[in-house]
């Protein structure tokens, strides 16, 4: 973990968190624990918000009702940091989509490898929801979230024919490691390839991150970075925790993101690890509860 004492920041201004496997199972509402302790941080005029690999969409936009809460989030960091919405003054950064040229030139090369593998992939952001090798649960698990694929399975043109944020890879982790390793061979100096679920890959441009996503949010909201809290677990969530006051790390997140963090929740994310550590370190020490 990261080595930057054992004291808590005092005055949260601003708490973010990672959805899928930190605040909730994958589609999941959010644990008790979790709903209670953001009602009471709201109550107290702490900010509110995500940090997701997610499109910021209108599903998002009502996390809040979704959730129960009672109140709509104050801010959101989408795209691993190229999407940033600030509630309260409704302004919207979007970082630059890929080309069409740079999709079809890593699909293209990629492609044996995705081919002889059948590894799933598909486009994300910018309305491209094209698709290939997208079969079993994950598109059952699609259907019943209400996302519809376009199936691009063979068609490398037809599958980059508009543009979009990201490419996400899911397959078995030995394949995902070559992945990984092929593609950063030949574009990891503009690139980068990060794991967000274990067996899923993203690639995106150079310089989006979740960290700088919620600097942005940050600036303009007039919060200063050391008095915001971030969650995560996985490999896209290292940057949040390390560019915030104070990191935590779920404690059935990945070994590698433990090392970005300050601190490990009790509990696990079924569990409402997020709630139970902003109860236990925060909210009953300052008699908030």
Same mark, same amino acid.
């Given at each position: 973990?990261?080595?930057?004492?054992? %004291?808590?920041?005092?005055?949260?201004?601003?708490?973010?968190? #990672?959805?899928?496997?930190?605040?909730?199972?994958?589609?999941?509402?959010?644990?008790?624990?979790?709903?209670?302790?953001?009602?009471?941080?709201?109550?107290?005029?702490?900010?509110?918000?995500?940090?997701?690999?997610?499109?910021?969409?209108?599903?998002?936009?009502?996390?809040?009702?979704?959730?129960?809460?009672?109140?709509?989030?104050?801010?959101?960091?989408?795209?691993?940091?190229?999407? %940033?919405?600030?509630?309260?003054?409704?302004?919207?950064?979007?970082?630059?989509?890929?080309?069409?040229?740079?999709?079809?030139?890593?699909?293209?090369?990629?492609?044996?490898?995705?081919?002889?593998?059948?590894?799933?992939?598909?486009?994300?952001?910018?309305?491209? !929801?094209?698709?290939?090798?997208?079969?079993?649960?994950?598109?059952?698990?699609?259907?019943?979230?209400?996302?519809?694929?376009?199936?691009?399975?063979?068609?490398? #043109?037809?599958?980059?024919?508009?543009?979009?944020?990201?490419? /996400?890879?899911?397959?078995?982790?030995?394949?995902?490691?070559?992945?990984?390793?092929?593609?950063?061979?030949?574009?990891?100096?503009?690139? !980068?390839?990060?794991?967000?679920?274990?067996?899923?890959?993203?690639?995106?441009?150079?310089?989006? #991150?979740?960290?700088?996503? /919620?600097?942005?949010?940050?600036?303009?909201?007039?919060?200063?970075?050391?008095?915001?809290?971030?969650?995560?677990?996985?490999?896209?969530?290292?940057?949040?925790?390390? %560019?915030?006051?104070?990191? %935590?790390?779920?404690? #059935?997140?990945?070994?590698?993101?433990?090392?970005?963090?300050?601190? /490990?929740?009790?509990?696990?994310?079924?569990?409402?690890?997020?709630?139970?550590?902003?109860?236990?370190?925060?909210? !009953?020490?300052?008699?908030?509860?």
């Amino acid at each position: 973990m990261n080595e930057r004492g054992n %004291v808590m920041i005092e005055n949260i201004e601003a708490v973010a968190a #990672d959805i899928d496997m930190t605040l909730t199972s994958k589609g999941g509402l959010l644990p008790e624990p979790t709903r209670k302790a953001f009602q009471i941080l709201h109550e107290h005029g702490v900010m509110i918000g995500l940090a997701t690999g997610r499109e910021i969409e209108e599903k998002l936009h009502h996390a809040g009702e979704i959730w129960n809460l009672g109140f709509e989030l104050d801010f959101i960091v989408g795209m691993n940091g190229g999407m %940033v919405y600030n509630r309260h003054t409704g302004s919207m950064y979007a970082a630059e989509l890929m080309t069409i040229a740079e999709m079809k030139e890593i699909l293209n090369y990629l492609m044996p490898m995705i081919v002889k593998h059948r590894i799933s992939i598909n486009a994300e952001g910018g309305g491209n !929801q094209n698709a290939m090798y997208i079969q079993g649960e994950l598109l059952e698990s699609a259907k019943r979230h209400g996302f519809v694929f376009v199936d691009k399975t063979g068609d490398a #043109d037809g599958f980059c024919d508009r543009r979009a944020y990201k490419f /996400l890879f899911r397959s078995d982790p030995e394949y995902g490691q070559e992945l990984r390793d092929a593609f950063l061979a030949r574009f990891g100096e503009n690139y !980068q390839i990060i794991e967000t679920f274990p067996g899923t890959v993203e690639i995106m441009h150079q310089g989006i #991150d979740k960290g700088s996503g /919620l600097k942005r949010y940050a600036e303009e909201a007039d919060i200063d970075m050391k008095n915001i809290i971030s969650f995560g677990d996985n490999e896209n969530d290292n940057t949040l925790l390390q %560019v915030s006051g104070w990191g %935590v790390c779920l404690k #059935d997140g990945s070994e590698g993101t433990k090392r970005f963090a300050d601190a /490990l929740t009790d509990y696990d994310c079924k569990e409402g690890g997020v709630g139970h550590y902003l109860i236990d370190h925060y909210l !009953q020490p300052n008699h908030m509860i």
